[in-house]
């Protein structure tokens, strides 16, 4: 609004020094036309900073969106991250659970095993007992009749 005013008393200024010599309806229509000249470079003024400040708006709204943009994609990353790290823990644990059902399996194995060598060597040692018995008695007999 400065502007228009500053424009539109330079213009008159100008136009009346020139017009000194002409007559009042020249000089009427001169100073019209510099009011018509200086509105038309007011509004052309306010136009101007009119589309400079939807600029700015548009420019602050793009930056807005991109912000926002690059939030959600971050968001995103850290979500996909934690998801993995979820994943690779629930993954480990079934490793473990694995291991502990293979090493249990293992001891069982092992313990029937161990039982099953006990059980023979007990077996085998009471045969041989009683081998050992059956001979002495024999041995015995022998000695008594002779």
């Known amino acids: 609004m400065r502007s228009t005013a500053i424009i539109g008393v330079v213009a008159t ?6 017009l000194g010599g002409c007559s009042k309806e020249d000089m009427d229509k001169a100073k019209s036309s510099a009011e018509e000249a200086a509105e038309s470079a007011a509004q052309m003024a306010d136009d101007a900073m009119d589309k400079a400040g939807d600029m700015a ?5 793009a930056t807005g969106d991109a912000m926002d943009s690059m939030g959600d994609a971050a968001e995103d990353a850290m979500d996909s991250a934690g998801d ?39 077996s085998e040692a009471k045969d041989m007992m009683d081998d050992a018995e059956a001979g002495a008695k024999d041995a015995m007999k022998k000695m008594g009749e002779s």
């Open 13 to 18: 200024s100008a136009l009346l020094l020139t």
């Open 57 to 61: 708006d548009s420019a602050a709204d």
């Open 84 to 122: 993995m790290v979820d994943d690779a823990g629930d993954k480990m644990g079934d490793m473990a659970d694995d291991a502990k059902d293979q090493a249990s399996s293992m001891m069982d194995e092992a313990g029937d095993a161990a039982n099953d060598m006990m059980d023979d060597a007990e």
